[in-house]
């Protein structure tokens, strides 16, 4: 997630790379992160079969995120409050998204014990 963070962090806010089209960097800027913590989220609950396990997952992979992408707007000359709303904003989002994998694990796991069967 840091990865992704730096690279769209340089491709949307260089001046030198201007001619990137907004639409997909945006769309790859939301999406990319929905689908990383939903499947830390999942993992998570797959390894401790506890919900709670998959927000903290999510959350924190959020978090580090945030951070990243705070910090690297820094660099090209924001304010520095970025790192603080980056850092709250990635761990509230990915908390939330964490969760949601979490509950499709525990939903997929129901339905692989069958009836009569507890997970």
Partial sequence: MSLASIVFAVVGLSPSLTWVPELPLLSAAVLLPIAIFG????????RTRLVQAGSLAGGLAG?????????SYVFFGKPALNVALGLAAGAV??????????LLNRRNATAEAGPGRSI
């Fill in 63 to 71: 978090a580090i995120g945030g951070f990243v992408a705070g910090v």
């Fill in 93 to 102: 989002a990915g908390a939330t998204i964490g969760t949601m994998g979490a």
């Fill in 39 to 46: 499947i830390a989220g999942f993992r998570a609950a797959a």
